[in-house]
């Protein structure tokens, strides 16, 4: 992985940063719940912010607010970030959300010495999650869909071997979510959307819900109820303890402050 300049880096951070701030307004005015996902929601709880090397905000929503947010998001956000979806950018090859600044780029790993189209702004990604039936059969369902979905999936940091086929992709994460029962049965298990195949992490409902705050960058976001779980059900390491100074890396190859807003 490159080595970012460390200014550079955290500049890139604050903006990131804003883009949260700014998201995290729209969900309180809308009332849409969300939380800090990996290595954002371990940044909250190893160094009360980011983790020094990180160069992504990560976001969960349940289903239900991460299609309203999908609807009102263009209204909503400044001209300074863009909302990337497959429809507002169709060069973008993933099938989550992302919010993309306008005021720094990035050029992610498998994104080196590529003509790439779309919107390389630094970003925040927001996932989706489903909960579906606490059994061996739904979890192993939940697995083998997700190799699926992950062997036809663009080339990413979590799919290196991956290749682009969007429409077998669409039809398995339909068959995903019709598994979806809501949010009313608390022995569910809650799991991410097939729009976010890195990692299949099978949660307790009571370990995301209620959710509650957590400082991050010297403000409060919302976070799960138990974030220990929810870190051990993604992190197979002891995720308290810091890697080796040469696996402190950012994944992008490049990073460009260009703030023009």
Request: glycine residues 4%; hydrophobic residues 40%.
């Amino acid at each position: 992985m490159a080595k970012i300049n460390p200014k550079v880096l955290r500049e890139a951070q604050l903006i990131m940063l804003e883009m949260l701030v700014e998201f995290d307004r729209i969900c309180k005015k809308h009332n849409l719940q969300y939380w800090l996902d990996s290595g954002t929601l371990l940044g909250a709880v190893r160094h009360k912010g980011f983790i020094p090397w990180d160069d992504d905000i990560d976001l969960s929503m349940p289903l239900e607010d991460y299609s309203k947010f999908i609807q009102i998001a263009q209204d909503e956000l400044p001209d300074s970030i863009f909302f990337q979806t497959t429809k507002t950018d169709g060069s973008f090859p993933f099938d989550y959300i992302k919010l993309r600044s306008q005021k720094a780029e990035i050029v992610e790993f498998h994104e080196k010495d590529r003509d790439v189209a779309y919107h390389q702004g630094v970003f925040v990604d927001i996932f989706p999650m489903l909960t579906i039936p606490n059994s061996e059969f739904h979890q192993q369902f939940y697995m083998d869909i997700f190799k699926l979905i992950r062997s036809v999936s663009s080339v990413s940091l979590h799919t290196p071997e991956g290749k682009n086929r969007p429409l077998e992709r669409e039809k398995l994460i339909a068959t995903l979510a019709l598994m979806h029962q809501g949010w009313q049965k608390e022995d569910s298990k809650i799991i991410y959307g097939g729009e976010m195949p890195d990692v299949a992490a099978w949660f307790d409902y009571q370990s995301i819900f209620p959710l509650k705050k957590m400082e991050f960058e010297g403000l409060e976001f919302s976070v799960p109820n138990d974030p220990d779980h929810y870190l051990g059900a993604i992190y197979s390491f002891d995720y308290m303890e810091l890697p080796p100074l040469d696996k402190r890396a950012t994944h992008a190859e490049e990073m460009r402050i260009v703030d023009i807003f």
